[in-house]
Every structure is written in structure tokens, then in C-alpha cells.
């Protein structure tokens, strides 16, 4: 048994015709969802590492949390 490492990043994505803008995203996951003027979100743009396992579990919680399913966490790995 090894030490499973987490490489690459995730970015959480928003599909905007799905959103209805309730604001369950940014209250599950505020440190990568922050809300514009009319409740809708504004995800962060930068990646963010697996490895911060507390960002992505939080991305998790904002996934399943959704209510119109709008969301979704994308993993990029390092070659």
C-alpha cells in the first residue's frame, strides 16, 4: 500500500441556461462561487489543485446541492 497522491486541478463549471440563480452554490462552496448583482454565480476562474481536498469537497456539496443540476466539477491532469 503507497500514499495515493492527488495530481492535476478541477474547475467547477456553470451551465448559465440551467442556472436559475437560487445561490445554494455559493453558500455550499463561497471560496469558488461568488454571486452577481442578481443572484446568479460567478465561478472562479483560476484551477484549483486536488490536492486542496477541502475546495473539492466543497465543489462536491455545490454539485449535489444544485437544484437545477447546473453544475459540475471538471478534472484536468497533469502530464
Not at 19 to 44: N, Q, R, S
Not at 55 to 74: K, T, W
Request: glycine share 8%; net charge positive.
Amino acid at each position: 500500500m503507497g500514499v495515493r497522491r492527488r495530481t492535476g486541478v478541477f474547475y467547477l463549471r456553470v451551465n448559465p441556461i440551467l442556472c436559475d440563480g437560487f445561490g445554494h452554490c455559493h453558500e455550499l462552496a463561497p471560496e469558488l462561487v461568488t454571486m452577481d448583482e442578481w443572484g446568479y454565480p460567478i465561478i472562479k476562474r483560476e484551477p484549483t489543485p486536488l490536492s486542496d481536498l477541502a475546495a473539492l469537497e466543497s465543489a462536491r456539496y455545490a454539485v449535489r446541492g444544485c437544484p437545477r443540476q447546473a453544475l459540475r466539477i471538471e478534472r484536468v491532469s497533469e502530464n
